[in-house]
Structures are given as structure tokens and as C-alpha cells.
């Protein structure tokens, strides 16, 4: 006797329907799982016999082999355990087949028979709905991330009797239905922190709504206790709002890690991630036998932060390098190799010397030129080439502290923001490019294109301030967001004048 269900299991951010096939046949008690399962499937032997006397239904008995198709596909989770038990329910004809070659069926299952939510529904339910199925089964708690896809009738259940039931034709289940675009419709961004809070550093928060605007990443160099940390975790507040694509490319990322909260639907806020310095290349980046994402893709469409810079870990850092170039992690293992989305905007802190302070000639106890020198040298330069704006951060006077005024909020700063963007969403429209960051060398050459003026101060910088040639690009770029912020059609003097001062890290003798 033969039994046929299907499940589906992730790869990457995306999902393969995978064939459950339960053959039968009398003689002593045996079970087999092959098709490459992970300890979690074939652990899941012992839920699914508990779950289905929870159920009041006769276990089977006999020879048992389940095939996970393709075979030569590792299968990980807990996920196949509702596709098995109901193939082993069909195989002893204990439930009708009405739906099964229509149906895909996820899910953990309690020893109850109760359904526990899984990962990567999202990726699944896409898939699904791409191969022609016509339902979805799986755990009440994922509904919600699952109906996001239209024309696909999702059913969650709260456990396998359920299941069984509507099999059985004993209970109607109603679809789950998600409205995206009230998701949408209002405001998402988290005003709990403003940029009015911040006091002073007027030159950083200019710097931050240029970064903002054009997603570019930034670094920021100042002592402890200047409100670097405390402006990056306000970079989201001005961030514009996420597109329905990039809200599901997001929300397939933290689907996959499990990141998604219980009844949730889909990510409407930027993400934010601020990793600890002690961080492993791996977990930054993404990796592991069955490869998972790291912070750099859990960070796409949004933030990620890196506090401390010079304190992580070199060869962390220098995996960095390709994602941020091509917005994307390829991670290559013996059985497979996925890609995840990295497309960030890197925003990083630091000291200016291991002590924390600047060098100052006049203090022969102080900080020492080399000490400064020694601390820089920990992030390469080819990292650095790949930072468009250097912010210097001094610390505020206590003039600045004492005022009772508050400086610009948020909103004002966003909604600049969001009016540059749309300008950068015309200009390169039908292009792979959605912001100036993202320019390449061909298209920075066709679209920044400076006036005389522009180019002397230009020319002028590189030569008397020591620039090296990597900063030319990013200074077109810079400038060219610069210019959009004030809705210029050229790029102007002053806009290369400003952008040039957003790369301190390049100038000869910046260390003094």
C-alpha cells in the first residue's frame, strides 16, 4: 500500500515542495526514513505515533518506509511531521484522499496531537502557490505570515484531530485571510526614539539624513559619550517606509530564522540589527552545515550597525567585503549552495584611539599619533572603500546639553528623505539600482556629471587635501544625493564642497 502527501522544506529564502511517499506491507514492525532526513525528521517518529493515539486513531503497525523526494535534498526541522503522520493515516485508509494531491501540510506535532508553529512559512506558501496547490495546512500561529499570499487557501489548525477532520469531510475550515494593504496604511515607524532627543551634533544629523537619503553606508569617529550610539539607533525613525517587495523579502528572511513572532504576518518595519562585537564570521554573515543567514541578510532593506568597529574580529569584517559590494552572501557547502540578500546600509562607530580620545599635540600624556594610527590600521581599506560618508563626532558642550529647546524630530527629517528617494525611484527606473549607493562605476560616470565649478573644487580637493582615488566615486555619489535633497537637477559647488567633507578616513595627515 502506497500513500502519497506532500510538505516542503527551505533552502535559502526559498522553499521546495518535497513528496512524502509512505509505503506499507505487513510483517514484523519495522521504520524507515530515508531521503536525507536531519535528526529533527527522524525524531519525529515517536511525536507522530504519540499524536496520532492523542487522536484516537489506530496506530499503524507493520513495515513502514517514508521517502523524502528528491532524495538527494537534505531535509531539516520539524516540519515533515504533519505530511508523515497524515501519509501514515492515508496508508491505513483512516482518512479519506479527497485532498491530498491538492494539499501541502506543514507542521510540529505535540505529543497532544496539538500543531506547533515552524519556520519558513512564507517561502513555502510562495511556493505553493507557484506549483498549483490549492491549500495549505498547517499550524493556527503561521496562518497569518501564510495568508499574506493571495490564492492560496490557507487553513490553520490547533492540532492533528482537526486535520484529520477536514480530511474526513467532518468540519469546514475557513481560509485565513491577511489584509496587506491595512498593514500598510498607516505609519509603522517606531517613534519611541527621535532625533530630537539628540542635543547638538547638528553636523551628524545633517550627515545622517544625506546617508539616509541616498542609502549610503556610514562610519562615525569620536570619543565615548558623544552620542554616536544613540544617533544610529535613531538612522530608522528617517529611514522611508518599506515597499509591499521589500516588506516579503524581508519578512522570507526572518521566516526562515524563525525570527517572526507568533500570529504575525509580515515585516512592515525597516530592521535594525546591531550585532555584538564578539560576533563570529558566520553568524555575521550567514553559514553553517545547513546554511542559515547571518545579521548581514536578517539586516536587509535596513540597518545593520557595527559598534566598536576596530573591536571585531578582522576576518569578520573582511567577509563583509563582497555582500556589501553585490548585495547579496553566497555560502557554498559539499550539498548545496544559497543566497541570501545582504542589501544594507552599514552604519558603524568607533574611537579615535584605544584610550578614546583624539591625538593633541599639546598633551604629551595623551593619546600618541601612532596609538591613533595603530587603532585605524584594524579596519583595511578596502572595507573602508566601501563607506561613503566619514562623519568626525565631537563631544557636546554643556551649552548644547542645558538647552531646553529641542532640535528637528524626525518626522521633518523623513519626509526629505522619502521625497529625495522618490526622485532616485524616477531616475532609475527599470534598473536593478533603487538608491545613489547603489550606483555603479558606469552609471555614477553617466549621471553625475559636474559643471566646471564642480570639477575644479573637485580636482582641488584631491590634490590639497590628499584624497585617495577610491574616494572619487563615493564623492559623486554623495554629492549627487546631496543635490537631490534640494531637488537640484545638477550637481552644484557646494554639493561637492559637502561631500568632500564627509571623507575625513581618506585625508593625508587626518591623524595630525
Not at 84 to 113: C, S
Not at 262 to 274: E, L, N, Q
Not at 408 to 418: M, N
Not at 457 to 473: C, E, Q
Request: glycine share 8%; proline share 5%.
Amino acid at each position: 500500500m502506497l500513500a502519497h502527501t506532500f510538505g516542503a522544506s527551505t533552502y535559502g529564502v526559498d522553499a521546495h515542495i518535497i513528496d512524502v511517499e509512505v509505503h506499507f506491507r505487513g510483517g514484523t514492525p519495522f521504520y524507515s526514513l530515508v531521503g536525507l532526513p536531519d535528526r529533527a525528521v527522524t525524531e519525529g517518529k515517536y511525536r507522530i505515533d504519540a499524536a496520532i493515539r492523542a487522536s484516537r486513531l489506530e496506530e499503524p503497525r507493520g513495515v513502514i518506509i517514508i521517502n523524502l523526494a528528491p532524495a538527494d535534498l537534505p531535509k531539516e526541522g520539524s516540519a515533515f511531521d504533519l505530511p508523515i503522520a497524515i501519509g501514515n493515516l492515508l496508508g491505513t485508509r483512516q482518512i479519506r484522499n479527497d485532498f491530498a494531491d491538492k494539499t501541502v501540510l506543514i507542521g510540529e506535532l505535540a505529543l497532544d496531537g496539538s500543531l506547533r508553529p515552524v519556520k519558513g512559512v512564507l517561502p513555502i506558501a510562495v511556493e505553493a502557490h507557484k506549483r498549483g496547490f490549492e491549500y495549505l495546512v498547517l499550524p493556527e500561529a503561521n496562518a497569518g505570515e501564510a495568508a499574506v499570499v493571495s490564492g492560496l487557501k490557507v487553513l490553520g489548525c490547533k492540532n492533528l484531530r482537526e486535520v484529520i477532520d477536514w480530511f474526513n469531510g467532518q468540519n469546514n475550515l475557513t481560509p485565513h485571510t491577511t489584509d496587506v494593504a491595512a498593514l500598510f496604511s498607516h505609519d509603522n515607524t517606531d517613534h519611541a526614539a527621535d532625533f530630537s532627543d539628540v542635543k547638538g551634533q547638528e553636523n551628524v544629523k545633517r550627515a545622517m539624513e544625506v546617508a539616509a537619503a541616498g542609502g549610503h553606508n556610514m562610519i562615525m569617529v569620536g570619543p565615548p559619550g558623544s552620542g554616536k550610539t544613540m544617533l544610529a539607533r535613531r538612522l530608522p525613525t528617517i529611514l522611508p517606509p518599506l515597499t509591499l517587495n521589500e516588506a516579503l523579502e524581508t519578512t522570507k528572511i526572518h521566516s526562515v530564522t524563525g525570527l517572526m513572532r507568533s500570529g504575525s504576518s509580515i515585516v512592515t518595519t525597516r530592521p535594525f540589527r546591531a550585532p555584538h562585537h564578539t560576533i563570529s564570521d558566520v553568524a555575521l554573515v550567514g553559514g553553517g552545515s545547513i546554511p542559515m543567514p547571518g545579521e548581514i541578510s536578517l539586516a536587509h532593506n535596513g540597518v545593520l550597525f557595527l559598534d566598536e568597529l576596530p573591536e571585531f574580529q578582522r576576518k569578520a569584517l573582511e567577509v563583509m567585503r563582497q555582500p556589501l559590494e553585490d548585495g547579496f552572501v553566497t555560502i557554498s557547502r559539499a550539498r548545496m549552495t544559497v543566497s541570501y540578500p545582504s542589501k544594507i546600509m552599514l552604519i558603524a562607530s568607533m574611537n579615535p584611539s584605544p584610550s578614546g580620545d583624539w591625538y593633541d599635540p599639546a598633551n604629551q600624556d595623551g593619546t600618541s599619533h601612532g596609538q591613533m594610527q595603530r587603532y585605524l590600521s584594524k579596519i583595511s581599506g578596502p572595507l573602508l572603500d566601501r563607506i561613503d560618508l566619514h562623519v568626525e563626532v565631537n563631544k557636546v558642550t554643556f551649552e548644547e546639553l542645558s538647552q531646553k529647546s529641542q532640535g528637528e524630530g524626525s518626522l521633518p527629517i523623513r519626509e526629505r528623505v522619502v521625497a529625495c528617494r522618490q526622485i532616485q525611484q524616477q531616475r532609475f527606473m527599470g534598473m536593478e539600482v533603487h538608491c545613489n549607493a547603489q550606483m555603479s562605476s558606469r552609471q555614477v560616470r553617466k549621471i553625475c556629471r559636474l559643471d566646471d565649478a564642480g570639477s575644479a573644487i573637485l580636482k582641488r580637493a584631491m590634490t590639497t587635501l590628499g584624497l585617495s582615488a577610491r574616494a572619487y566615486d563615493r564623492i559623486l555619489k554623495v554629492s549627487r544625493t546631496i543635490a537631490d535633497l534640494e531637488r537640484s537637477e545638477h550637481i552644484r559647488g557646494h554639493h561637492i564642497a559637502e561631500a568632500v567633507q564627509y571623507r575625513s578616513l581618506d585625508r593625508e595627515g587626518w591623524l595630525g
